[in-house]
């Protein structure tokens, strides 16, 4: 509408972030689909092979990290698909589809940890969620706009990184008991 910039509430981003699930493990589920798409990608790009595909769930010392040697994602594309809600590439034959399981998991953890390399590109790029300042910042009464506070709650850093490498790795840090 002329004249009105339209703002998105931070309810959104308690939804994204996993509000509406009752049961702590709906958060692998979203994981794991989120993998499969990238295998799949990786698949018909012919990365890798249906027989050197795998998806990896570690459980250690209270984190939790679910790994894939799928597509990656491009360090230059890290914000849009990492950091934007509601903002997918993904196709309609994708099983994560709409862009916002990604942070399912933090009501269940203190911070998300997302590293991701692309193959072809020597880097790794690391993107920090910090869930525990998200949970308070959503809670506050104030009319905060919901990319505001993702502005404030993520950061990312850049490694280098083997060119033929190409995976992502998420890791849930400090995992609540009922995860």
Not at 152 to 173: D, G, M
Request: charged share 25%; glycine share 8%; aromatic share 8%.
């Amino acid at each position: 509408m002329e004249g009105y910039k339209c703002r998105v509430g931070k309810g959104l981003l308690k939804i994204c972030m996993g509000d509406n699930y009752t049961d702590a493990t709906v958060v692998f589920r979203e994981y794991v689909q989120n993998a499969i798409d990238a295998i799949y990608q990786a698949e018909s790009l012919d990365i890798i092979s249906n027989t050197d595909n795998y998806v990896s769930i570690n459980i250690n010392c209270g984190d939790v990290q679910i790994m894939d040697r799928g597509i990656g994602v491009k360090s230059d594309e890290i914000g849009p698909i990492l950091v934007d809600l509601g903002n997918s590439t993904k196709t309609n034959s994708d099983i994560g589809r709409y862009g916002i399981g990604r942070l399912s998991g933090a009501n269940w953890c203190d911070k998300i940890v997302f590293e991701t390399s692309y193959q072809g590109e020597p880097i790794r790029s690391i993107l920090t969620f910090d869930s525990k300042l998200a949970r308070k910042l959503v809670q506050e009464n104030d009319s905060q706009d919901c990319g505001d506070v993702m502005d404030e709650v993520t950061s990312c850093v850049f490694e280098t990184e083997a060119e033929e490498q190409h995976y992502f790795r998420v890791t849930l840090v400090n995992v609540k008991e009922e995860l």
